[in-house]
Antibody, heavy 118, light 108 residues
Framework: EVQLVESGGGLVQPGRSLRLSCSTS????????MNWVRQAPGKGLEWVGF??????????EYAASVKGRFIISRDDSKSIAYLQMNSLKTEDTALYYC?????????WGQGTMVTVSS | SYELTQPPSVSVSPGQTARITCSGD??????AYWYQQKSGQGPVLVIY???KRPSGIPERFSGSSSGTMATLTISGAQVEDEGDYYC???????????FGGGTKLTVL
């Protein structure tokens, strides 16, 4: 059974950093690009970024709203994806999901809440 | 940055056909995906690659794409189909992903 479990969320002050983890099981993690998506309270889904598989360079792409502040990485040996969030702003307050998709199969975690507030 | 445009809301009576549109300049070249999100739940993929339906998704859900517009059609909408629907695609370079703003479907 495929499982994705996000962790690391919490309350953080503006300007500080936080690292989220996406722990996975049930599939060959290294074979799939991993996405991060967020949803602010009462708002729509927003794509944050993704990381390619190592065979495709393991490179990353980001939404303009987080580029230069957020960094996505992966540890294939542990089947974990990370989202390092720096210089956090109040508008980064959201439920953060990790996900991956292969064809018709689309998997999401339950999300981890990040609240940026003084 | 690339944007996908959806109507904020669509309302139909039970049994009627609901159509939700998604407009984007790259849609002639890039696939559209559709997600359903019910209140308090995570997103569920209901259409992928413009018009394919994942297993387990009812046949009343269908998708199409023509030019710069993709459409999600729910034929014979039911009360349990209420929720928010999001289209998802990529820019013309296939790099930036984006969700539409979401459409709230009301069936009553």
């Amino acid at each position: 059974e495929v499982q994705l479990v996000e962790s690391g969320g919490g309350l953080v002050q503006p300007g500080r950093s936080l690292r989220l983890s996406c722990s996975t099981s049930g599939f060959t993690f290294g074979d799939y690009a991993m996405n991060w998506v967020r949803q602010a309270p009462g708002k729509g889904l927003e794509w944050v970024g993704f990381i390619r598989i190592k065979a495709n360079g393991g490179t990353t792409e980001y939404a303009a709203s987080v580029k230069g502040r957020f960094i996505i990485s992966r540890d294939d040996s542990k089947s974990i994806a990370y989202l390092q969030m720096n210089s956090l702003k109040t508008e980064d307050t959201a439920l953060y999901y990790c996900s991956y998709r292969t064809g018709q199969f689309d998997y999401w975690g339950q999300g981890t809440m990040v609240t940026v507030s003084s | 940055s690339y944007e996908l445009t959806q109507p904020p809301s669509v309302s139909v009576s039970p049994g009627q056909t609901a159509r939700i549109t998604c407009s984007g300049d790259a849609l002639p070249k890039k696939y559209a995906y559709w997600y359903q999100q019910k209140s308090g739940q995570g997103p569920v993929l209901v259409i992928y690659e413009d018009n394919k339906r994942p297993s387990g998704i009812p046949e009343r859900f269908s998708g199409s794409s023509s030019g710069t517009m993709a459409t999600l059609t729910i034929s014979g909408a039911q009360v349990e189909d209420e929720g928010d629907y999001y289209c998802y695609s990529t820019d013309s370079n296939g790099i930036q992903r984006v969700f539409g703003g979401g459409t709230k479907l009301t069936v009553l």
